[in-house]
T-cell receptor, first 111, second 117 residues
Framework: GNSVTQMEGPVTLSEEAFLTINCTYT??????LFWYVQYPGEGLQLLLK?????DKGSNKGFEATYRKETTSFHLEKGSVQVSDSAVYFC??????????FGDGTTLTVKP | EAGVVQSPRYKIIEKKQPVAFWCNPI?????LYWYLQNLGQGPELLIR????????DSQLPKDRFSAERLKGVDSTLKIQPAELGDSAVYLC???????????????FGEGSRLTVL
């Protein structure tokens, strides 16, 4: 079956540091890939997505590139802010319509 | 545009009691999902509806869990009887539905946190 593996957390960074959260996947076919973010006390919301190989999703300074050769979709941001503190979930969606999520990575950014 | 609405936000019950969660999806979204989220883990699909039809309920423990979406809009998830291990967050999500060109973004509610004592 399909699966998503995220780097284990939690991750603690100082403000303006560089962020990378690794995500690799196993899937048949060519799934769409997503990063969702969950801020404290809120529901999950889409951060960015990519639907085919070599696509780059970007939003709010975050980026991730769909790498088919390495089956990866790593999340990056050049300069994190305190307001980026949240839980980040990598996910894939197979063409059959089923979404599979990673276990989430908790990011804490300190001023 | 109103988001996905869930209720209650929090529920505390004793084991063996019944509990129900309600979800109203975003208007026009044909697909509705119920997910289970345990602490420190990602959401796991319980059931997916296309309109009023349950198209994937393979992960729903049917001995104690049931769900319905009678008019293809809002939905109810029920647990009867609840067990200690059911303590978790129950998430509802909706999307625009299947078909080519739909990238499948999910819109989540804030979740219903269940504590079984």
């Amino acid at each position: 079956g399909n699966s998503v593996t995220q780097m284990e957390g939690p991750v603690t960074l100082s403000e303006e540091a560089f962020l990378t959260i690794n995500c690799t996947y196993t899937a048949t076919g060519y799934p769409s890939l997503f990063w969702y973010v969950q801020y404290p006390g809120e529901g999950l919301q889409l951060l960015l997505k990519a639907t085919k190989a070599d696509d780059k999703g970007s939003n709010k300074g975050f980026e991730a590139t769909y790498r088919k050769e390495t089956t990866s979709f790593h999340l990056e941001k050049g300069s994190v802010q305190v307001s980026d503190s949240a839980v980040y979930f990598c996910a894939l969606r197979a063409h059959a319509g089923k979404s599979t999520f990673g276990d989430g990575t908790t990011l804490t950014v300190k001023p | 545009e109103a988001g996905v609405v869930q209720s209650p936000r929090y529920k505390i019950i004793e084991k063996k009691q019944p509990v129900a969660f309600w979800c109203n999806p975003i208007s026009g979204h044909n697909t509705l999902y119920w997910y289970l989220q345990n602490l420190g883990q990602g959401p796991e699909l319980l059931i997916r509806y296309e309109n009023e039809e349950a198209v994937d309920d393979s992960q729903l423990p049917k001995d104690r869990f049931s769900a319905e979406r009678l008019k293809g809009v809002d939905s109810t998830l029920k647990i009867q009887p609840a067990e200690l291990g059911d303590s978790a967050v129950y998430l509802c999500a909706s999307s625009k539905g299947g078909g080519q060109g739909n990238t499948g973004e999910l819109f989540f509610g804030e979740g219903s946190r269940l504590t079984v004592l």
